[in-house]
Nanobody
Framework: QVQLVESGGGLVQAGGSLRLSCAASGTRFSIGTMGWYRQAPGKQRELVATRTSNGNTNYADSVKGRFTISRDNAKNTVYLQMNSLKPEDTAVYYC?????????WGQGTQVTVSS
């Protein structure tokens, strides 16, 4: 069983930056895929970015060029650097991991971007 704990959300003005962190526990083995999804009020949860343990990344078109995902495989920790934030980035951001055919989610962290 994998547990995910996020940190780093908050309130920021448009154009600002935030960095999210997510640490996984419950396994001493490297997790295959880790990443971030988000859910805005009244909308479905959507992909933000994922990164595999060998470095392959996948970004939503809406965040390409502004967000960067990175990982520390030894610590099973994933980061999301968010720059040039926009009000439409406001959402609850969820950490995600896929490990041994199981999908795991964090509790979510609120990101609010004011205009």
């Amino acid at each position: 069983q994998v547990q995910l704990v996020e940190s780093g959300g908050g309130l920021v003005q448009a154009g600002g930056s935030l960095r999210l962190s997510c640490a996984a526990s419950g396994t001493r083995f490297s997790i295959g895929t880790m990443g971030w999804y988000r859910q805005a009020p009244g909308k479905q949860r959507e992909l933000v970015a994922t990164r595999t343990s060998n470095g392959n990344t996948n970004y939503a078109d809406s965040v390409k060029g502004r967000f960067t995902i990175s990982r520390d495989n030894a610590k099973n920790t994933v980061y999301l650097q968010m720059n040039s934030l926009k009000p439409e980035d406001t959402a609850v951001y969820y950490c995600y991991s896929r490990y041994r055919s199981g999908d795991y989610w964090g509790q979510g962290t609120q990101v609010t971007v004011s205009s």
